[in-house]
RNA sequence: GGAAGCAUAGCUCAGCUGGUUCAGAGCAUCUGCCUUACAAGCAGAGGGUCCGCGGUUCGAAUCCGUGUGCUUCCA
């Protein structure tokens, strides 16, 4: 078969996905074997892959494969959440496009289009995972609004109701005049803004004409003043004691008031009071008993209690409220002046803090156990440092805004009675059977659902529990094997929104924690050091990315670069890394491959004895160190790990190593040892690069679909001669030292050389010669006691190595200055080794084991600086 | 205003419990190679007051304090 000159990472990609679905390597089911779970956290059913998702995902694919790999019976759940304020933001504005107005339609047709706007695009995220080769158990796919899910978040509403958990209350809450919605405040984004701050000179209510000054940025809001608040202890305003003022363009008379809440500094120490738009006026008007004047409307334009104005937008009338100050006298001045503007995370639009009836959710007792659990490590934290962040938030937590003011989710089961009795039940007739028990004469078709729904939050809060189907029967098999589930992996910046939530919601529905372990991913940022985003439009289009250089390259080139928990730059030289690695694993198939048609049993393979063995080791070695890694999640770190192990040890050293001569046959030994360790490898690697893996894998041996890598069990690996790690180090260092006397001294690589070697060790030489002399393209390798006339010497550890050339001057200048040079350093080294074991402290008070190792490096570098010395004063 | 994180090679970053397996990787740079798997490659090389200052210690890139700069979260 003709072997293409690169890896084709297309046709790879689509074969071996569609391959690992049909061989059922992606289900789950309950058996015997320890399970390994992930539930992945949910994207956007809006969503399309992002670098965020890249990341996040492959992580998750990583562990899943690994875990596979060591026995585990493992779990990966894809599915999405509805995103009730995007997804709802996104049908409205296809609808206008049809130009329907989402006004014009009921509850029923609006949900009716959105559905079938889900059906339609809700499923594209899921089909781009699995061109980045997501292990996922497409059998469980879940969506936060599937029938069984809903009736799940129903339950709990109304368990949590019952419990005094929930409840209905007017609080100040962040208001999108766009999409018409409640936000929590984690849904609220603050941006720098430049504003401007008006000082606004208002009448005092005394006989002479006296005024105050207030400086505000919105001044649009005056209309809703209700109050002039000053320092009590500012002595510029202590004389207005008990007067009132006038609200300039309505002259509404409102007192002047005195709290210590008020910054003294700020502006000119008065502050305009305005209960209706600010949660702190909110405050100071509930302690002074203000009254509170509502002057919006619900779509940002001025209500009918403004009195001027009505229906037009606050911010055009923040344009208007100027000139007419200015006007009227009332306008001092303004200033330049940059502040924190609230904005909606969804849609953008400039919050407004409004009073509001909404839903709540009493959060203290939710969060006890949760706190805990983490504090306690029960929930293991990675990297540990979010730990103080959480135990931050959940030590303050506030209650949970839960209504949205939207269609598109799961609606609040409350009732309510022509005359506003409400009462909360599953259903309409439960709802009616409870309401007519104080009103016989009530008729079932005059009650009327709450319109709010639930925050998606209360539906994802759910989800590791209810994928596994705990709303239908908590005690079902699959739950009782997956929960609690092995790992979440996620992004910090949902940490409160999702994980804190997820481990209340487990704790007191399953009373057991959802996951043993969270991994926080960092931030993707472009290479700016911007954080990638749709709004900033710098995130790559990740297909193409897979398309360029393949799935696997695209892993590659996230996960080197990702140490948990800080953030990474993305940079596109990390791709051409990752897809040179591909290509490279690809040739040293090729190499190998090659070699097929020319086995023979005759031939010798007492050369490659050495180097067999040191790469079984080194893989044995690399196959603890990651183990270790992995326990971390250290995960960067081990696929460098895997990259040095591959491309160095065994592309660089081993195949040379035991590669035959141009056309020479190789025997059947070092053929079949070849490739098992070859196969080794592609199965460390596998976890990160699964698709070249598996491809290599098949090609290697020519196996038979079905007899595949992803499912293969990874052996225990252990240690078992550290001499021959040592050993091979040395042949490195010995071969790299010649080679670079070699260029030192201008050999052309073409150029033979004859090298003698002076050593205690003949033994190592012996074990090693053949190699050696391919490797530094010698004609001969003897063992000396002097140096041969007209030779570069070079000294590695202790031993020292000859080199002559038939027809080569050499340099000793050049020679000279370097083994001066590494004598100095030499020198410097041990007299600082000299100084430490001197030091009758450090000898006294460092463990036996240190002191050991600085007398082995003295005693070395006292050997080898004999050694440079004798071979500098023969030159 | 409160809190956290970061500062290591020209660039982007690793460096777990203090000790040469500690100063490292990739990219970039320089030299030599179209060597019979790979020029998206091979063989070598150069390059760093580990942000400044102070402290703990026999010993600090690593621990503590402090200053400076950047980032993020909260108000």
Redesign the pocket.
């Known amino acids: 078969m003709e072997l293409s000159?690169?890896f084709q990472h297309r046709e790879s990609e689509l074969q071996w996905y569609e391959h690992w679905n049909q061989a059922g390597y992606f289900h789950s089911v309950p058996d015997e074997r320890p399970a390994y779970t992930i539930v992945m956290p949910p994207p956007n059913v809006t969503g399309v892959l992002h670098m965020g998702h890249a990341l996040n995902n492959t992580v998750q694919d990583v562990l899943i494969r690994r875990a596979k790999m060591q026995g585990f019976n493992t779990c990966w759940v894809p599915g999405t959440d509805h995103a009730s304020i995007a997804t709802e933001a996104k049908v409205v504005a296809m609808l206008r496009e049809k130009g329907i107005d989402k006004k014009d339609l009921s509850r029923d047709e609006f949900l009716k289009y959105a559905w079938e706007w889900k059906e339609k695009y809700g499923g594209i995220i899921l089909q781009q995972l699995k061109k980045l080769g997501c292990a996922l158990d497409w059998d469980r796919t879940h969506f936060t609004m599937d029938k069984d899910y809903y009736a799940a978040v129903i339950r709990v509403f109304l368990d949590l109701y019952n419990k005094g958990l929930i409840y209905r209350g007017v609080k100040m809450i962040n208001w999108d005049p766009r999409a018409k919605t409640a936000l929590s405040?984690?849904e609220v984004i603050?941006k720098q803004t430049n504003s401007k701050l008006y000082y606004v000179q208002y009448r005092l209510d005394t006989e002479r004409e006296e005024y105050i000054t207030i400086a505000t940025v919105r001044p649009e809001t005056i209309l809703g003043d209700t109050a002039i608040c000053v320092h009590p202890n500012d002595p510029r305003y202590a004389h207005l004691k008990g007067k009132f003022a006038f609200v300039p363009l309505i002259n509404r008379r409102i007192p002047i008031i005195f709290d210590e809440y008020i910054d003294m500094e700020f502006g000119t120490g008065a502050l305009k009071v305005t209960p209706a738009h600010d949660l702190n006026d909110y405050n100071l008007g509930l302690k002074h008993n203000l009254p509170v004047i509502d002057t919006l409307n619900d779509d940002g334009t001025m209500s009918e209690a403004a009195t001027l104005y009505i229906g037009e937008d606050r911010f055009a009338v923040r344009k208007k409220i100027v000139v007419a100050l200015k006007e009227s006298g009332n306008l001092i001045k303004e200033e330049e002046y940059t502040n924190?503007v609230g904005h909606s995370e969804r849609t953008d639009a400039v919050i407004e803090p409004r009073l509001s009836m909404q839903w709540w959710c009493k959060m203290e007792d939710l969060a006890k156990p949760a706190l805990e659990a983490v504090m306690e490590d029960d929930i293991a934290f990675y990297p540990a440092?979010f730990k103080?962040?959480y135990r931050?938030w959940m030590g303050n937590i506030k209650d949970w805004c839960i209504s949205r003011q939207l269609w598109w989710g799961h609606r609040i089961p409350a009732w309510y009675t022509p005359d506003n009795k409400m009462t909360v039940a599953a259903t309409l007739e439960e709802a009616f059977a409870e309401l007519s028990k104080s009103d016989a004469s009530l008729t079932i078709d005059q009650i009327r659902q709450e319109d709010d729904c639930l925050d998606t939050w209360f539906s994802s809060w759910l989800w590791p529990m209810e994928v596994f189907g705990w709303n239908e029967n908590p005690n079902n098999a699959d739950l009782q094997y997956y929960y609690p589930t092995s790992t979440l992996v996620t992004a910090p910046e949902i940490i409160f929104f999702w994980v804190a939530r997820m481990i209340m919601s487990g704790y007191e529905y399953m009373g057991k924690k959802p996951f043993d372990k969270v991994y926080f991913t960092g931030i993707v940022r472009d290479k700016q050091?911007r954080k990638m985003s749709k709004s900033l439009g710098n995130s790559p289009d990740l297909l193409a990315l897979i398309d360029d250089f393949g799935a696997d390259a695209v892993r590659f080139s996230v996960m080197i670069?990702s140490?948990a928990g800080?953030?990474l730059?993305f940079?596109e030289?990390?791709l051409e890394?990752g897809?040179?690695f591909s290509?490279?694993i690809w040739?040293?198939m090729?190499?190998v491959k090659?070699w097929e048609e020319r086995v023979s049993d005759e031939t010798s393979d007492e050369y490659a004895q050495f180097a067999i063995h040191w790469m079984e080791q080194r893989i044995a070695e690399t196959g603890v160190e990651l183990e270790a890694m992995f326990k971390d999640f250290?995960l960067?770190?081990a696929l460098?790990t895997i990259y040095t192990l591959i491309?160095n040890d065994f592309?660089?050293w081993y195949?040379?190593w035991v590669k035959p001569?141009?056309e020479q046959p190789v025997s059947a030994k070092v053929f079949d040892k070849t490739i098992s360790i070859f196969e080794q490898l592609l199965q460390l690697l596998h976890p990160y690069m699964p698709f070249v893996t598996e491809e290599i894998y098949h090609l290697l041996r020519g196996r038979k679909m079905g007899d595949d890598l992803m499912p293969l069990a990874m052996p225990a690996y252990n240690t078992d001669n550290a001499t021959i790690l040592k050993q091979g180090a040395m042949l490195q260092d010995v071969?790299?030292s010649v080679?670079?006397a070699r260029?030192k001294n201008q050999f052309?690589?073409k150029d033979q050389i004859i090298l003698s070697v002076d050593t205690q060790h003949k033994d190592f030489y012996n074990a090693t010669l053949d190699i050696l002399q391919r490797q530094v393209n010698a004609e001969e390798i003897k063992f000396t006691s002097e140096q041969p006339a007209s030779s570069i010497a070079v000294v590695v550890n202790t031993d020292k190595l000859y080199i002559e050339a038939f027809g080569k001057v050499i340099d000793f200048g050049v020679q000279k200055e370097q083994l001066a040079k590494d004598l100095e350093y030499l020198k410097g080294?041990l007299a600082?080794v000299d100084k430490?074991l001197s030091?009758e402290?450090?000898v006294s008070?460092?463990?036996p084991e240190?002191i050991e190792?600085e007398r082995k490096?003295q005693s070395d570098a006292q050997a080898k600086i004999k050694v440079l010395e004798e071979s500098l004063s023969s030159l």
């Open positions: 000159k690169n405040d984690e603050f924190q440092k103080n962040l931050h050091g670069s140490p800080n953030d730059l940079d030289s990390q890394q897809r040179n290509n490279k040739n040293a090729k190499l090659g250290r960067s770190e460098k491309w592309c660089s195949l040379e001569g141009f071969i790299t080679r670079d260029n052309k690589p080294f600082s430490k030091n402290r450090f008070n460092a463990k240190i190792a490096k």
